[in-house]
């Protein structure tokens, strides 16, 4: 048991790291394309650079730890379905 939960985690590691380097590149790509499109007084790097900052506060880049959250909330109802339902 201690070895498949072991293995869940490192398994939820590998996914919870891709899912945040690939939402940190999509939030990437949104800024300089916000910057291309014009309007800003600072340059690109810098307007990007404060993007991310404000991007790795915010809720949306918490809510990527649900990755640990929802499958370990299934596994567990459904255990508890399977044992005393």
């Known amino acids: ?39 800003q007084d600072v340059d690109q790097d810098t307007f990007v650079q404060e993007g991310l900052t404000r991007y790795d506060s915010s809720l949306r880049r ?8 929802v499958p370990t909330l299934l596994v567990m109802l459904l255990i508890y379905l399977t044992n005393f339902a």
């Open 1 to 39: 048991m201690i070895r498949l939960v072991g293995l869940a985690f490192v398994v939820l590691t590998v996914i919870y790291i891709c899912l945040s380097f690939y939402s940190r590149a999509v939030r990437r790509g949104k800024l300089e394309a916000e910057w291309l499109e014009g309007g």
């Open 62 to 69: 918490k809510l990527i730890l649900g990755v640990y959250v």
